[in-house]
């Protein structure tokens, strides 16, 4: 991989870092604020429609945050397989992966043909 494309895609990975770490604190901040509300304390504790908007808005508020926590994690690993000097190295075949995979996917672990295989099955 050319040092000028490695050099952008750690700007990049940086950048989504600080922004994902950002991100994580807000969450953290606002779940504390919002505890009473998990607890099923709420306005409309006697409308079950209402409880039934609150309870999926709850569930999509962690899924989305549950995402947020996974790609911190697979930025960071980006990051330290960059240090490491195998960010472009499969870790299943251990081939190269292709520069243009890396860009459109910086977090990428694996090649295509082993990101392919482990889709299908």
Do not use: W
């Amino acid at each position: 991989m050319e040092q000028t494309t490695e050099t952008t895609l750690r700007t990049f990975l940086e950048e989504e870092l600080a922004r994902l770490e950002t991100e994580v604190e807000t969450i953290e901040r606002e779940g504390h604020e919002a505890l009473s509300e998990a607890s099923g304390e709420n306005n409309y504790r006697d409308h079950m429609a209402d409880q039934g908007t609150a309870t999926f808005s709850r569930e999509l508020d962690m899924t989305l945050e549950d995402n947020i926590r996974e790609s911190l994690v697979a930025v960071r690993r980006a990051l330290e397989r960059m240090d490491d000097g195998n960010y472009s190295v499969c870790e299943r075949c251990e081939s190269d992966i292709d520069e243009e995979r890396l860009k459109a996917i910086p977090t990428a672990t694996l090649c295509i043909t082993c990101k392919a295989a482990e889709e299908s099955r």
